[in-house]
């Protein structure tokens, strides 16, 4: 590693918050894979997501169809109030919950 630059070190900081530096682990460091557990559980929920969707649903009721009716409401809904998932987000939820994190003034 080279000898620290506070003006480079002040860029590199700027480039991370805007979510536009090209090698943040060279500015952070490399994290362990402690949130495998929580990716794995998020994939997982996304694979059952995706085969419930893909089910063909038979419908042969009035009640049925208001249950499956009820189930497109509450996913709409949810689906609402979720924020958009952007890469810096990502990054600054594993960063921020990462024992490793380093606050710099």
Not at 21 to 32: R, S
Not at 39 to 58: C, F, M, N, P, S
Not at 61 to 79: C, G, I, M, P, Y
Request: hydrophobic content about 45%; overall charge negative.
């Amino acid at each position: 590693m080279s000898t620290f630059d506070p003006a480079l070190d002040a860029l590199g900081r700027a480039r991370l918050v805007a979510g536009v530096h090209a090698t943040p682990h060279d500015l952070l460091g490399v994290h362990p894979a402690q949130h495998a557990g929580e990716a794995q559980a998020i994939k997982q929920w996304v694979g059952e997501k995706e085969a419930w969707l893909k089910t063909d649903i038979k419908i042969t009721s009035v009640h049925d169809a208001r249950v499956a009716l009820e189930s497109v409401d509450v996913f709409n809904k949810d689906k609402k109030e979720m924020l958009p998932v952007t890469p810096l987000g990502r990054y600054l939820k594993v960063l921020l919950s990462s024992s490793e994190f380093l606050f710099v003034d």
